[in-house]
């Protein structure tokens, strides 16, 4: 019998190279002898070693399986991928109207003439150019204020009295609520706005030295301040766009044009909807296009599409929904 004595072994995997072996065993390409690849060393006892046969099956103990091509364990390959951003924004496909490009060069067109009342008696006609800078801020924000469900021609004449009264934080302040409501009158919700105008000028003067704020957060926390105000402000009265200013018209004539992946049921969601798509250069544009077209051409009642160059780029599903009631001939009359 073979005495138990302690051996070091050694297990080599020798490379496969059949395919480009000489006689010699070179590799024809390289000249190389086979590689071999240690895969494991130790010291252990009788376990078959030339000096030292087996005895009684007796195995190394280890926790892998034996390296027999029939019993070895195949462990699966773990792939794993790493999500780059620039991947994940890419698998968002990117929406936006169809047509839009061609629709907004019409309105253009049609809006060439800048004779609509927005182009005369907005915002920026409405304050006094040679005002102190803080005192044109004022004066587009109270603009602004007083423009609410009202028209363009009402509110220029409010800001023509209020101009001459003094439109300045201290001299609304000082003016007595009947006075202020004779000035700004017929403008909508005139009592209402009477009592904005005076908790806006104490807020302006007691947190912001007179001047108004210059950030939509603190725009829009002013008593009867909205988005929409408060992103025309920024644009108009600090020359930032910060969103774009959807009022009724931009909203109306959003929808109906299909600007929107969905239809929108109230301005602010018409805003976010098209600041989604719609680049960035041109949302100070939109307001002023959208508006003036919304007053000339496409009124909310009864639209003149029969002038309008869209007339035949509009979705055709929306036609079905009542948006568009005068795109196709003998429609409008049937709408009717």
């Given at each position: 019998?073979?005495?138990?004595?302690?051996?070091?072994?050694?297990?080599?995997?020798?490379?496969?190279?059949?395919?480009?072996s000489?006689?010699?065993?070179?590799?024809?390409?390289?000249?190389?002898?086979?590689?071999?690849?240690r895969?494991?060393?130790?010291?252990?006892?009788?376990?078959?070693?030339?000096?030292?046969?087996?005895?009684?099956?007796?195995?190394?103990?280890?926790?892998?399986?034996?390296?027999?091509?029939?019993n070895?364990?195949?462990?699966?390959?773990?792939?794993?991928?790493?999500?780059?951003?620039?991947?994940?924004?890419?698998?968002?496909?990117?929406?936006?109207?169809?047509?839009?490009?061609?629709?907004?060069?019409?309105?253009?067109?049609?809006?060439?003439?800048?004779?609509?009342?927005?182009?005369?008696?907005?915002?920026?006609?409405?304050?006094?150019?040679?005002?102190?800078?803080?005192?044109?801020?004022?004066?587009?924000?109270?603009?602004?204020?007083?423009?609410?469900?009202?028209?363009?021609?009402?509110?220029?004449?409010?800001?023509?009295?209020?101009r001459?009264h003094?439109?300045?934080?201290?001299?609304?302040?000082?003016?007595?609520?009947?006075?202020l409501g004779?000035?700004?009158y017929p403008?909508?919700?005139?009592?209402?706005?009477?009592?904005?105008?005076?908790?806006?000028?104490?807020?302006?003067?007691?947190?912001?030295?007179?001047?108004?704020?210059?950030?939509?957060?603190?725009?829009?926390?002013?008593?009867?301040?909205?988005?929409?105000?408060?992103?025309?402000?920024?644009?108009?009265?600090?020359?930032?766009?910060?969103?774009?200013?959807?009022?009724?018209?931009?909203?109306?004539?959003?929808?109906?044009?299909?600007?929107?992946?969905?239809?929108?049921?109230?301005?602010?969601?018409?805003r976010?909807?098209?600041?989604?798509?719609?680049?960035?250069?041109?949302?100070?544009?939109?307001?002023?296009?959208?508006?003036?077209?919304?007053?000339?051409?496409?009124?909310?009642?009864?639209?003149?599409?029969?002038?309008?160059?869209?007339?035949?780029?509009?979705?055709?599903?929306?036609?079905?929904?009542?948006?568009?009631?005068?795109?196709?001939p003998?429609?409008?009359?049937?709408?009717?």
């Amino acid at each position: 019998m073979y005495s138990q004595s302690t051996c070091s072994w050694n297990v080599f995997l020798v490379q496969d190279q059949t395919s480009t072996s000489q006689p010699d065993g070179t590799n024809a390409l390289t000249g190389a002898l086979p590689t071999k690849t240690r895969l494991w060393q130790g010291t252990m006892g009788n376990v078959g070693c030339p000096e030292h046969p087996p005895q009684d099956d007796v195995r190394p103990k280890t926790h892998s399986e034996p390296l027999s091509s029939n019993n070895r364990r195949r462990r699966p390959l773990k792939v794993e991928y790493v999500k780059d951003e620039d991947t994940v924004q890419m698998k968002k496909a990117h929406w936006e109207p169809a047509e839009w490009k061609k629709q907004l060069d019409h309105i253009r067109e049609m809006r060439s003439g800048r004779d609509a009342p927005v182009d005369n008696m907005g915002a920026e006609k409405c304050y006094d150019h040679d005002a102190l800078a803080e005192v044109k801020r004022f004066q587009v924000l109270v603009s602004l204020m007083l423009s609410s469900q009202t028209k363009d021609q009402v509110t220029a004449g409010a800001m023509g009295r209020l101009r001459a009264h003094g439109c300045t934080v201290e001299n609304i302040l000082s003016t007595d609520d009947e006075t202020l409501g004779k000035l700004i009158y017929p403008v909508g919700f005139w009592k209402t706005k009477v009592k904005y105008l005076k908790l806006t000028c104490a807020m302006l003067q007691k947190e912001f030295a007179g001047d108004i704020p210059n950030s939509v957060e603190d725009l829009v926390r002013l008593p009867g301040v909205g988005p929409k105000m408060a992103h025309l402000a920024m644009d108009i009265a600090w020359d930032q766009v910060s969103g774009i200013g959807v009022d009724t018209h931009v909203h109306r004539i959003s929808n109906r044009l299909g600007w929107l992946k969905k239809m929108t049921k109230n301005p602010e969601e018409t805003r976010k909807a098209l600041e989604e798509w719609l680049p960035r250069e041109l949302w100070s544009e939109i307001n002023w296009l959208l508006v003036g077209f919304g007053q000339q051409v496409c009124l909310p009642v009864n639209p003149l599409c029969s002038v309008c160059l869209n007339q035949h780029n509009f979705p055709v599903h929306l036609l079905f929904v009542g948006l568009v009631p005068q795109v196709t001939p003998g429609y409008m009359e049937t709408a009717r």
